[in-house]
């Protein structure tokens, strides 16, 4: 069954510092996303990506946040200096059309000390 | 993702009998939903969905009932099992829109 992946499973950094989080969505899905759940709270959008632009963001996702599709295969998203408030869980999505299932990753846990 | 320590609403039940999660959705332009199981370190995964043109679809032990008129949308799990233990989240989006909109998601426990 095809899956989203997505890596590391758990990441440590220090505040300030850039982290990478890469996920590599269904192969014949065209619509991404990068979903974030901080620890005991419900899952928060953060963007959708479709022809290589973003359609969508929250408000969440400010100046310090970008996404790429640097490749066929691969969706990253980068945090540029990471703040202890973006410790999370961040979820990649993926989905056919709008409005259909999305397929989510395991999740990157992002903790930032 | 790990959901400890949030106050969700838990709903205990016992292996065997039918559960019934409930939420409450805030957009009347939604028009699709589905519900998403999530267990502890993982990723939300796709249970059911349903469109705003039905108000119910049935699946493998799982129902899903929308109500319009009362954004309302409720999800039915028969013959509980222990494996169903989880937190169950809906959500919803505008059919246009690609991002779904999360509930707060409700904690089922299922207790031998």
């Known amino acids: 069954e095809p899956e989203v992946t997505q890596t590391p499973s758990h990441q440590v950094t220090q505040m300030g510092q850039e982290v990478i989080l890469r996920c590599v969505p269904i192969s014949n899905h065209l619509y991404f996303y990068w979903y974030r759940q901080i620890l005991g709270q419900k899952v928060e959008f953060l963007v959708s990506?479709?022809?290589?632009?973003?359609?969508?963001k929250s408000e969440i996702f400010d100046d310090q946040f970008s996404v790429e599709r640097p490749d066929g295969s691969n969706f990253t998203l980068k945090i540029r200096s990471t703040k202890l408030e973006d410790s999370a869980m961040y979820f990649c999505a993926s989905t056919k059309n709008p409005g259909t299932e999305a397929f989510f990753g395991q999740g990157t846990r992002l903790t930032v000390v | 993702g790990e959901n400890v320590g949030l106050h969700l609403p838990t709903l205990s039940v016992q292996e065997g009998d039918n559960s019934i999660i409930n939420c409450a959705y805030s957009?009347?332009?939604?028009?699709?939903f589905i519900w998403y199981k999530q267990e502890s370190g993982k990723g939300p995964q796709f249970i059911i969905d349903i469109r705003s043109n039905m108000d119910k679809r049935q699946g493998q032990r799982v129902t899903v009932l929308l109500n319009k008129t009362v954004k309302h949308l409720s999800l039915q799990i028969a013959a509980t099992q222990p494996g169903d233990s989880a937190v169950y989240f809906c959500a919803e989006t505008p059919g246009t829109a690609s991002k779904l909109t999360f509930g707060t998601g409700t904690r089922l426990q299922v207790t031998l």
């Open positions: 957009n009347s332009a939604s028009d699709y």
């Open positions: 990506f479709y022809n290589n632009e973003i359609s969508e």
